[in-house]
């Protein structure tokens, strides 16, 4: 029943029970990881509920490499409605189409769940508000520039965000909650009309591998009441077994320190920065979810992510940058969390470099080369796509989600709702305008990111700073800099910053895995049309909950430090000044020509790489720019990788891909199973203890 060129053809739609399972599903998840990010007795930052923490050298509590698993945690929320059809009666089991769109219809729920984690726009502005407020110092900005669809400019009714203990006063918040619903409905809508138009290139074209959807295919499989007689269960194999063990085993002791406190701290590794005699991250760690994920990865991305990290953080920075002086020299005695961040990371601190930005320069550009060279790659294919604009039809759309030209349609009514939202919070529609000519192909370049790589490696490795776009730098450009009620607030630069920032950006980004419904669809016979309903519905119904869910959580309990990350009266006061006096001190702010062309040379490499491959092949065809994100991106996962590759080259010279299959798969599965059972058992331990006053 397959097309060898459009894949599945559409055989099964949307029934009502996998509406009821999903929404359920869905809505729960939402619930319980927002209500547990406050009510859960964490005795300390860092360890979140409902989350895999995985902690890494230097341990301790460094929270750059502290594993704050949002992505691990989709997956999670994918397995989790997959793992409860098993235990289904025969009668009431749900089929193979049915669990992928219910997969499918968690991938928002991350996303919008984390709207309690300081890092989301949502939770920054509201917190914002309220401490610009509460400070003489920048009262009359709030109240002057503010837009009231923000919240209320009134401190009595958000000081109990931070006191707890208080009632929602529902209707001073009505309109700001609709305002927010409909900013966040618009831009998620751009991407998933973005994801109809990609997908018949990513999925049946180009095929590419999608790995966090292979956990979750492997899992419906096994568990679909339609499930294929000559697939062996997997879970009658010893290596998964063998790898649900030692990862459970491995969650339990880094655990257990948040259960005892004073059990000792257990992270697998050694980092030798603090020996190293000029600069250099020489952090050699063991990551159990990194080993789990990588053997879903291809190998040419394993490959590049470990190969490049070793050349360019210990090998180039003291045979190369610091000698020429690109790179200020490190004394002995610095982690590598400082020195990967603010040395290699950014350059930041070396006076007159020619690679300001760091390495995060050329990643910029990386990533956005990675969105736009299919456009010349692949241009027959959006010659015909670009048809639909003039409200042609196009030779194949009929196994589209929509017809191509109601996916235009739908992203220029996205796109004009959304720059509508951002006039009514006095934001100028052509500053929008700029932001989504940056923003979006951005994002499609972390949605390929995701198609090629799993993007959560992103967060396994410890921090998104290259995902983070400064657009401070572009203010100056702009004149936003020197018109106060234009310069001001962070949350109005960004919707231009913010939403492709670490939390703001990176967290709502997850919306973006509607390709990987995609995918799950094309796996198992799962109509698209169907997958882009149910994908919808998740959007928009998640937000209805998970927006005043949230607001009703601070209002209940009150908001920490630990929950907002913005609650300093000087934030909302530095993003109120003009740029220039602010932000424009830190050097990687503000682009020199060496910093631009370095991001230059980040989009034009995706191109060069392609042709290296087409035309040279050799050692190219092992080289992958996704894998080169990785390691710009994750200290913690090159030596994990590299383990996964010599493991899968092992087991290919003695039995080829048969024995790796049979090894490596059911190995990987079991890491991921483990993570299932330990995220929620871990959480129920915690409240035990807390309740029972056994901490400490």
């Known amino acids: 029943m397959k ?62 490499f502290i594993t704050r698993n949002f992505y691990f945690t989709i997956i999670l929320c994918m397995l989790y409605p997959i793992i409860l059809n098993l235990f289904l009666p025969k009668k009431l089991k749900l089929n193979g189409w049915e669990l992928a769109f219910v997969a499918a219809m968690m991938t928002p729920v991350i996303g919008v769940a984390g709207f309690s984690d300081g890092g989301f726009i949502a939770v920054r502005t509201i917190t914002m508000l309220r401490a610009g407020l509460a400070a ?87 568990a679909s009441a339609d499930k294929p007689s000559n697939i062996p269960s997997i879970f009658k194999s010893p290596y998964f ?17 948040l259960l005892f406190p004073g059990f000792p701290v257990f992270a697998p590794g050694i980092d030798l920065t603090p020996l190293a005699i000029t600069t250099g991250v020489y952090l050699f760690a063991v990551n159990p979810l990194a080993i789990g994920l990588g053997v879903f990865l291809p190998s040419p991305v394993l490959l590049t992510a470990s190969i490049t990290y070793i050349l360019l953080f210990m090998i180039l920075p003291s045979i190369l940058w610091v000698p020429i002086g690109w790179l200020a020299p490190l004394p002995p005695g610095r982690n590598c969390w400082w020195t990967w961040n603010r040395f290699i990371g950014k350059f930041e601190f070396t006076e007159g470099t020619p690679l300001r930005g760091g390495y995060m320069s050329f990643a910029w550009g990386l990533i956005i080369g990675l969105a736009l060279y299919p456009l010349v790659t692949n241009w027959q294919y959006f010659k015909r796509i670009f048809q639909g604009l003039l409200w042609k039809r196009v030779e194949g759309e009929e196994r589209e989600p929509l017809p191509y030209r109601i996916a235009w349609l739908g992203i220029i009514i996205s796109v004009l709702i959304y720059l509508a939202t951002l006039a009514l919070v006095n ?10 000519i940056v923003v979006i192909p951005f994002w499609v370049g972390l949605m390929r990111y995701t198609a090629e790589a799993g993007f959560g490696v992103n967060v396994l490795g410890g921090w998104s700073e290259w995902s983070s776009i400064p657009y401070q730098f572009l203010l100056p450009w702009t004149g936003m800099d020197k018109v106060a009620d234009v310069a001001a607030p962070w949350m109005a630069t960004t919707f231009m910053h913010t939403n492709t920032c670490w939390g703001g950006g990176g967290n ?42 949230m607001l009703w959580l601070y209002y209940t309990f009150g908001a920490t430090p630990s929950r907002t990350g913005v609650m300093n009266e000087l934030a ?31 989009f034009i490499f995706p191109f060069i790489l392609y042709y290296l491959k087409r035309y040279v092949g050799g050692v190219f065809n092992y080289a992958s720019a996704a894998g080169i994100l990785i390691a710009l991106n994750a200290p913690n996962v090159w030596l994990s990788f590299l383990i996964v590759i010599i493991a899968k080259f092992a087991l290919n010279r003695i039995g080829g891909t048969p024995l790796e299959n049979k090894i490596l798969i059911p190995f990987g599965m079991g890491i991921f199973l483990a993570g299932c059972l330990w995220a929620p058992l871990n959480l129920g331990l915690n409240w035990l203890f807390a309740m029972m006053g056994w901490y400490g």
């Open 3 to 64: 097309d060898p060129e459009a894949g599945w053809i559409e055989l099964r739609g949307i029934t009502p029970r996998t509406i009821i399972f999903g929404l359920i599903s869905m809505v729960l998840a939402v619930t319980l990881i927002e209500y547990t990010w406050f009510a859960s007795p964490y005795p300390e930052k860092g360890a979140w509920p409902f989350m895999i923490v995985w902690r890494g050298p230097p341990m301790a509590a460094e929270e750059g």
């Open 136 to 222: 003489a110092v920048t009262r009359d900005y709030v109240m002057r520039y503010a837009s009231p669809l923000f919240g209320p400019k009134n401190i009595d009714l958000l000081n109990p965000i931070i006191t707890g203990g208080s009632t929602v006063p529902w209707s001073e918040w009505l309109l700001p909650l609709t305002w927010w619903l409909l900013f966040y409905v618009s831009f998620f809508s751009i991407l998933l009309f973005i994801g109809v138009v990609l997908r018949r290139l990513w999925v049946d074209i180009e095929s590419l591998p999608f790995p966090l959807v292979a956990p979750v295919s492997i899992i419906i499989h096994q």
């Open 241 to 257: 077994w063998a790898g649900f063990i030692i990862a459970f085993v491995l969650f339990f002791l880094q655990g257990a320190r």
């Open 427 to 436: 934001i100028p529609v052509h500053y929008g305008l700029l932001q989504l």
């Open 508 to 549: 709502m980004y997850t919306n973006a895995f509607s390709l990987d419904g995609y995918k799950l669809a094309s796996l198992h016979g799962a109509s698209n049309k169907g997958m882009f309903i149910v994908q919808y519905i998740a959007v928009i119904l998640s937000l209805i909950v998970g927006i005043p869910l």
């Open 572 to 602: 909302w006061y530095f993003s109120y000044r003009p740029v220039v006096e602010g932000v424009l001190h830190n050097p990687v702010w503000t682009p020199n020509a060496n910093m631009i062309a370095n991001t230059i040379f980040g």
